[in-house]
């Protein structure tokens, strides 16, 4: 199939190229600045901006299948205001959307949020909600994956995990106890690749998640223990968190501001893993302990090495 990968030379989005490349298919990978060293071997590259319509078209001409993986963080701070999330995750939508819909491609995939809400909490949440609308309302197949966080290479939720409760103290808003379900990307990108392989898979929106709950302050202690330390997480309460996100929104650098903390009063887990549709068993999928002592990173490290130069 030719498949293209709206921010396909992102963290999930490269290790997706692989995959696909690996089953076959003639991938292309749209983005504002692809650059070789993030993406497997031939993979063709294409330059275009999302919120600029004129600048994405071209590229969905003759494409069977196409992957809408383009994000800002959810760490973003949009400082004095939700327009960012706007132009890129709901704006951004509505391009690709048009852009498919011109070039009658066959499937579309695109990558939401848990939780995504057009009424949610936060700017990233109501923008995921707001650009499924755009999606499910459209007249293309679709189908929409909703993630927990996901961990493994190139990836910001251990590294993000590092800052917000560094080893020794971690000061955590409500002592650290919203519950992620954190997924490896390399259990996440094959679930991905069938989503254009079967028709089953039309029309769906899946909750993903990894195989283990567990509480930001569990997830701290995991990552500190793989580096030989360990934090003791005191409380902040909500409230007293609240003033000092809302004045970290201000400074440059500071990891967390309003909509951080507001993130951070909802469980990021799923009501009902849906890994199941895609043949996997939850207790097949890797735990992000067995990833941190090592086993998985070695695993990350043969495939990129087996499909680089
Ligand atoms: N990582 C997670 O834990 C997680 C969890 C749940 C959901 N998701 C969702 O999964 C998707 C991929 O996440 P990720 O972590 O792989 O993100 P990422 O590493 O930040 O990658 C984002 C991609 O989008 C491209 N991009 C950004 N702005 C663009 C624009 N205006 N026009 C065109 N391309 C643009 C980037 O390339 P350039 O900078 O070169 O443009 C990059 O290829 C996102 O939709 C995200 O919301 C991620």
Redesign the pocket.
């Known amino acids: 199939m030719k498949v293209l990968v709206?921010?396909?030379?992102?963290?999930?989005?490269s290790a997706l190229c692989r995959e696909l490349k690996e089953r076959g298919h003639d991938v292309t990978t749209?983005?504002?600045?692809?650059s070789s060293e993030d993406l497997p071997k031939g993979v063709n590259k294409v330059m275009?901006?999302?919120?600029d319509y004129g600048s994405i078209r071209g590229a969905f001409e003759g494409m069977d299948a196409v992957y809408n993986?383009?994000?800002l963080?959810p760490l973003f701070k949009p400082n004095g205001g939700d327009q960012m999330h706007d132009r890129?995750h709901r704006k951004?939508t509505e391009h690709v959307v048009r852009a498919a819909e011109k070039h009658d491609v066959g499937h579309l995939v695109q990558?939401s949020?848990l939780g995504a809400d057009p009424d949610g909490p936060t700017a990233y949440i109501r923008s995921k909600g707001e650009a499924e609308e755009i999606v499910t309302e459209s007249v293309l197949d679709y189908t929409i994956f909703r993630?927990?966080?996901?961990f493994g290479e190139g990836?910001e939720?251990i590294s993000f995990t590092k800052l917000l409760a560094p080893p020794y103290l971690s000061a955590l808003p409500g002592g650290g106890k919203t519950r992620f379900q954190p997924i490896w990307v390399g259990d996440l990108v094959p679930m991905l690749a069938d989503a254009i392989e079967s028709d089953d898979h039309v029309g769906q929106i899946y909750e993903i998640g990894g195989p283990d709950k567990l509480t930001l302050a569990e997830i701290a202690r995991m990552i500190h223990k793989s580096d030989g330390r360990s934090t003791t997480v005191v409380p902040v309460p909500m409230g007293l968190a609240k003033v000092g996100l809302t004045i970290g929104d201000a400074i440059p650098g500071f990891p967390m501001g309003k909509d951080q903390y507001r993130s951070l009063q909802f469980d990021n887990v799923t009501s009902d893993n849906d890994v199941g549709a895609f043949g996997v068993g939850v207790g097949e999928l890797t735990t992000l302990e067995s990833y941190l002592n090592g086993r998985t990173g070695e695993a990350d490290a043969a495939a990129a090495a087996t499909t680089s130069g």
């Open positions: 709206v921010g396909g030379s992102g963290f999930i989005g749209l983005s504002r600045s692809p275009g901006n999302v919120t993986l383009v994000a963080s890129i951004g990558m949020a993630p927990s966080v996901v990836g939720f």
